[in-house]
Nanobody, 114 residues
Framework: VQLVESGGGLVQAGGTLRLSCAASGIMFSIYHMGWYRQAPGKQRELVATITNGGTTNYADSVKGRFAISRDNAKNTVYLQMNSLKPEDTAVYYC?????????WGQGTQVTVSS
């Protein structure tokens, strides 16, 4: 199983980024997918999730600014991030899970400058 994130980088406050996570080795369409992030000195936290049926859930801190989506034909999950804030700076991780199966990507750095 491999989850490969891309799309991170350095952006100014108010800017946008789109993260992608390409999955291989799993039957992507039946897995629930999610994005998590970890800032320096902090615990990893949930950003957004999307079920295999397309139901989404967001952390309060990103509601209205971020959007998670999935393309089952491309085995890819996306995180559209708008109106970025310095406090969004973190390593963003992709997650796939189904029952006891739980997989993580290597992470992609997002840095938002003020």
């Amino acid at each position: 199983v491999q989850l490969v994130e891309s799309g991170g980088g350095l952006v100014q406050a108010g800017g946008t980024l789109r993260l992608s996570c390409a999955a291989s080795g799993i039957m992507f369409s039946i897995y629930h997918m999610g994005w998590y992030r970890q800032a320096p000195g902090k615990q990893r936290e949930l950003v957004a999730t999307i079920t295999n049926g397309g139901t989404t859930n967001y952390a309060d801190s990103v509601k209205g600014r971020f959007a998670i989506s999935r393309d089952n034909a491309k085995n890819t999950v996306y995180l559209q991030m708008n109106s970025l804030k310095p406090e969004d700076t973190a390593v963003y991780y992709c997650n796939s899970n189904l029952q006891r199966a739980d997989y993580w990507g290597q992470g992609t750095q997002v840095t938002v400058s003020s």
